[in-house]
């Protein structure tokens, strides 16, 4: 689950953008549309724009969703989930779940290989498990895994999996990516050189990385659900939404994700609807402000609770997302089963706000009109990372909402690997401004309980509550919906009370695809779910080898 750029932008000559968006060996030809009937062929390649350049391509080792989306490619889990949010097998073929709940056996599909050529089986499986759960694996997705009381395998095929006690997310766990055992068993996977050049089971092999600009990957011709129509997947790395946009519409790219404004005011003309398919859908994360609650400033929950009612999310999500997004008031996302609606949210009141701040000891100002306590301002730096047009209006916009209850806030755009490596994961920052995917299951261990405050590990604010502790284990601990539902209805009262974070809203997924990429289905799991299936039809084909 993290952060950011998402799945799925800096000026440069327009005619750079053909040369970066083709690997060396490929050529671009003008398309030669037909009105003759679409069908499904090989060939051709899809180029994505993606904000954010990946960390590392070993799956286990990476907290952003720029890693992960390339990862998902090129790996496979046990499990996975299918277009209707249920999940279904992906490396294993099926499962059983004993009646207690507590043994899953998983039947794994024969005849996987990894792009090595080299067979998959159970070892795999078994090294996945053992690597991840090592201390000396900086992962931050141990946590589910040390549930396992057992782990064996009766056979190359067959992976038994037994736990001590009931762990409700459980079967949801193994949609981790399985590993090659045959690659890295006996070596520091810190130092592996599948970080850059990985081997997977997925529908696409690694071909190329270079640095800052693409990330380039080859249909895998032996992908057990079937070959991918599209030859090459092409990430391309621009770290502006609006370079990103103009390259679009230049045919550089094939899909993105739009802003709300260009979705709203720039891509309403038969020019672009002519050439582009656009998409719209609840996104699965949420846009929120995290306090370091080891910074002296927020320390008290009554400045993290002034901080909230200063801030005008109507305002935010007309604004900012024109009107396509909810408010946030937690870190589950309206429409899920564990959603508590009845979570009362800190209401707009800039009056409110400064009573809580003079509480809180900051009642005089300054001749700037800044509130001081013991001679010293209140101010503090919001950090966003770079090329995030949507998080800096935001952070535009809250900067000046905070001004006018006297905090003076400064803003700071780093670049997204330094702002994971060097702030993130160090918790060297005051405020920062990002976003968490969240997955299905409402288990959310990782991001909130007080063991997970170390380097690199999720719960980078430093939050720690006894009472959230308790409840994160009863959540997952139990198979009863209900008592997991009065667990995370009663986190979430918790959470609007402390405001750890101030939950901003939860955005509309805004997705954009060449009309020329057949065989999108927009679906629960939004419209990457059957990306194998899309195709190009022969006669507008524009990649040609």
């Not at 040369?19 to 069908?39: D, F, G, N, V, W």
């Not at 564990?338 to 009056?351: E, R, T």
């Not at 939950?503 to 990429?517: E, T």
Request: hydrophobic share 40%.
């Amino acid at each position: 689950m993290r952060r950011a750029p998402g799945r799925c932008l800096l000026f440069l000559l327009l005619c750079a953008f053909f040369l970066i968006a083709c690997s060396p060996s490929e050529t671009r030809q003008p398309p030669a549309r037909t009105a003759s009937a679409a069908i499904p062929v090989t060939g051709d390649s899809l180029v994505e724009g993606t904000i954010g350049e990946a960390s590392t391509l070993i799956p286990i080792l990476a907290s952003d969703s720029s890693s992960h989306a390339v990862a998902g490619q090129i790996y496979n889990g046990l499990i996975k989930y299918d277009k209707n949010l249920k999940i279904t097998g992906d490396l294993a073929e099926s499962y059983d779940i004993s009646p207690d709940g507590l043994t899953i056996t998983f039947h794994l599909r024969r005849g996987v290989r990894w792009h090595d050529g080299q067979p998959f089986s159970a070892r795999d499986v078994l090294y996945t498990y053992r690597v991840i759960i090592d201390p000396k694996t900086p992962t931050a997705y141990a946590e589910d895994f040390k549930q396992v009381k057992n782990i064996s395998a009766p056979d190359d095929h067959t992976v038994k999996v037994v736990y001590a006690e009931p762990f409700a997310p459980a079967l949801a766990s193994w949609g981790t990516n399985i590993l090659p055992a045959h690659l890295l068993e006996g070596q520091d996977i810190t130092k592996s050189p599948l970080a850059r050049q990985p081997v997977g089971t997925g529908p696409y092999r690694f071909k190329e990385w270079i640095a800052g600009q693409k990330i380039v990957l080859e249909a895998n011709p032996d992908y057990f659900e079937g070959r991918p129509y599209i030859d090459r997947y092409i990430y391309r790395i621009i770290p502006d939404t609006s370079t990103m946009y103009m390259e679009l519409k230049a045919g550089a790219i094939d899909l993105m994700g739009l802003t709300p404004v260009q979705y709203a005011r720039q891509t309403a003309n038969q020019n672009f609807t002519s050439r582009f398919n656009k998409y719209r859908y609840p996104s699965s994360g949420y846009l929120y402000m995290g306090y370091n609650l080891r910074h002296p400033l927020f320390g008290d929950k009554r400045i993290r609770q002034a901080l909230t009612a200063a801030i005008n999310k109507d305002e935010l999500i007309q604004g900012v997302l024109f009107g396509m997004g909810q408010k946030a008031h937690g870190p589950i996302v309206p429409g899920r089963w564990a959603y508590n609606p009845n979570v009362k949210d800190i209401a707009y009141d800039p009056q409110h706000a400064a009573q809580l701040m003079a509480q809180a000891g900051w009642k005089e100002k300054n001749s700037d009109g800044i509130l001081v306590k013991d001679g010293k301002p209140f101010k503090f730096t919001i950090l966003t990372n770079q090329g995030n047009q949507q998080r800096l209006m935001t952070a535009q916009i809250v900067q000046q909402r905070l001004r006018q209850v006297g905090i003076d806030v400064k803003i700071r755009i780093v670049e997204w690997a330094a702002f994971l490596k060097e702030f993130i994961n160090k918790g060297n920052f005051e405020v920062v401004m990002l976003a968490w995917s969240i997955s299905q299951d409402p288990d959310m261990y990782d991001i909130w309980h007080s063991s997970k405050t170390n380097p690199g590990e999720l719960n980078f604010i430093g939050y720690k509550n006894p009472e959230v502790d308790r409840l994160l284990v009863e959540g997952r601990s139990t198979f009863d919906l209900e008592k997991r539902k009065q667990a995370y209805f009663r986190i979430q009262e918790i959470l609007a009370e402390e405001q750890p974070y101030t939950f901003l809203y939860v955005p509309d997924a805004l997705p954009v695809v060449s009309v020329r990429i057949r065989g999108v289905e927009p679906a629960p799991a939004g419209i990457g779910h059957n990306q194998i299936k899309w195709f190009v039809p022969k006669n507008e084909q524009v990649y040609q080898p």
